[in-house]
């Protein structure tokens, strides 16, 4: 690093300093220019500004010598002639190159990183099978909220208040609702049920259309319960829809979904908003119904809800469709658990790994 001079100053007249500072402004200036890489440039900065031996505080030193009528003058120059070499140092690395050899180099000999790749959550995949059975049948997807009103939830479905059947579903309601009338109070939908009422006071008939979705209730959690699950609805409304259209349909869904050595069989059951109503069971997929631990030995496993729409049901609609009269029109709706039949297809005994996110589990359906 070359030694500078520092100029000699004859007097304190301002031509003498402006001369003075100028020579010292040319000499950092000119060994600013020839720094490339960022270790020169440290070594600029401690020659010059450095705190100890730096060049500026020697002219400092210099410059105390100066008169008392002269220091605010020196003064001033000096300050802004450190500012000025401060800030051409800090503006400089930017454009400089790393003083060791690049470390951002590839080295293209090591193997590679593999990306991990997603996989469908086996309730997703489920859901679109059962989906995809009914699209191939004529069937529209449907959504509707999580977050769902008495009204829709149970009211419009014929649960009237207090009724006991709301007992059944253990609902989680969201807090701080009790000044809203009933009908408005918010809770987390139990079932898929209220989308059937959304979707048909949007559309008039016909409607042949399934929604799948997430349902909450108050469930202790076991191997077979949990407080989230979820169901695929379906709805089919239009002019003489019967309770055979309804086996049918569910007869051939199950075929597609679980093979076509499957049988289905119904049994009375109760559902406020059909009429009437069934629960469809399953010959036993793992023993073909000859009885085995996984259906209690007694050859058939339960499935689904379902049921002929109430006409009570329907009136509730008119109001907003006129079109859903139930002396000219009739429908069929059924309910059924996505988890339970994900677990059956996949042979998953907890329901709980459904919802834990280890990925241990879920890497298996990559
Ligand atoms: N919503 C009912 C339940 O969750 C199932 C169902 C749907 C029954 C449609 C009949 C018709 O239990």
């Not at 950092?28 to 020659?47: G, M, N, P, Q, S």
């Not at 590839?106 to 991990?116: A, M, S």
Request: glycine fraction near 8%; charge should be negative.
């Amino acid at each position: 690093m070359p030694k500078i001079d520092i100029p000699s100053l004859k007097d304190y007249s301002s031509t003498s300093l402006d001369g003075f500072f100028q020579a010292i402004q040319d000499s950092f200036e000119k060994e600013e220019a020839k720094v490339h890489t960022l270790d020169e440039l440290e070594d600029l900065r401690i020659r010059w500004i450095g705190r100890k031996q730096g060049l500026m505080n020697q002219i400092g030193d210099v410059l105390k010598r100066a008169p008392a009528e002269a220091r605010k003058d020196v003064g001033t120059r000096f300050n802004r002639l450190k500012q000025q070499i401060e800030q051409s140092l800090e503006a400089e690395p930017a454009s400089l190159a790393p003083s060791a050899a690049p470390t951002d180099a590839i080295d293209i000999t090591l193997p590679g990183i593999r990306p991990t790749h997603g996989a469908e959550h086996p309730l997703i995949r489920t859901m679109q099978e059962i989906i995809r059975v009914f699209e191939h049948m004529g069937y529209s997807v449907g959504v509707g909220p999580e977050v769902e009103t008495d009204y829709y939830n149970f009211e419009a479905l014929n649960f009237p208040p207090n009724h006991p059947a709301r007992d059944t579903q253990d609902t989680l309601v969201v807090a701080n609702q009790q000044h809203k009338p009933l009908r408005d109070r918010l809770l987390l939908r139990t079932h898929t049920s209220p989308v059937q009422i959304r979707t048909m006071e949007r559309t008039p008939p016909p409607v042949r259309i399934v929604i799948p979705g997430k349902v909450h209730r108050n469930d202790a959690a076991d191997a077979t319960h949990s407080p989230i699950f979820h169901q695929v609805e379906g709805l089919c409304v239009d002019e003489n829809i019967t309770f055979s259209d309804l086996k049918g349909t569910l007869d051939q869904a199950m075929k597609e979904l679980f093979g076509s050595n499957v049988r289905t069989r119904f049994f009375p059951s109760f559902f406020p908003f059909t009429e009437p109503s069934a629960d469809v069971q399953i010959s036993c997929i793992f023993c073909g119904g000859k009885g085995c631990r996984k259906c209690k030995h007694s050859g058939w496993i339960e499935l689904l809800g379902c049921g002929m729409v109430n006409p009570a049901v329907f009136e509730f609609v008119r109001g907003k469709q006129p079109a859903y009269d139930p002396k000219k029109i009739s429908g069929f709706a059924f309910g059924m658990g996505v988890d339970r039949i994900a677990m059956m297809k996949y042979g998953i005994s907890d329901i709980g790994l459904l919802y834990s996110g280890d990925m241990r589990f879920l890497e298996q359906f990559a």
